[in-house]
């Protein structure tokens, strides 16, 4: 990216972080529980990174899967894994699985666990969603942007059912970018 993009990209970042931030403080829809709203002053966030950033195909599976994935209340929920990514993360190639709820969807689920998780972020993983309209390269290509990680609801109330990461997405690397541990 050049320097004038890479500014645009970490603006865009941020305001969608802006945005969240916004919605979780103010909204009566928001996850946070209406007392800990009162004095909420936003999210804490890993610093924008370009290097957390991809632009990399997807390996599509000739024949996706499915998957059942427990979830945070001794639940299940069934997924099909869809296909893999393979990145560069602090020197070491990484695969990780994206995942579609519905063969028909055009977006992709892809749930981490790494080794931040359950010090510096969530200790059950984050979620990454990619949408073919904002994650899609002209050339078919998929943003796989780490910044964009995000604590699923149940990081903020228990009254929340939350699939987590398969196993397959457990990481040997710290992806220190996105959103970190909540702390009420």
């Not at 984050?126 to 699923?152: C, K, M, Q, V």
Request: hydrophobic share 25%; with cysteine; glycine share 6%.
């Amino acid at each position: 990216m050049t320097n004038q993009n890479t500014q645009q990209w970490a603006e865009a970042v941020e305001a969608q972080r802006e945005r969240k931030d916004e919605y979780f403080g103010e909204d009566p829809h928001s996850p946070l529980p209406p007392d800990v709203r009162e004095g909420f002053d936003g999210l804490d966030y890993y610093e924008i990174d370009p290097d957390y950033r991809f632009v990399v195909e997807l390996d599509t599976y000739a024949e996706p899967e499915p998957v059942v994935v427990g979830t945070s209340t001794d639940g299940e929920q069934e997924y099909l894994a869809w296909g893999e990514f393979t990145v560069e993360i602090s020197d070491e190639e990484v695969t990780i699985t994206a995942y579609k709820s519905d063969p028909e969807e055009d977006r992709l689920w892809v749930p981490f666990r790494d080794e931040t998780s359950g010090d510096e972020t969530y200790g059950a993983g984050r979620y990454l969603d990619l949408e073919p309209d904002s994650h899609r390269t002209d050339d078919g290509r998929w943003i796989l942007d780490f910044n964009e990680a995000y604590n699923p609801t149940c990081a903020y109330s228990d009254r929340y059912e939350c699939p987590l990461p398969p196993m397959e997405n457990w990481l040997d690397v710290p992806v220190e970018a996105g959103e970190r541990s909540f702390e009420q």
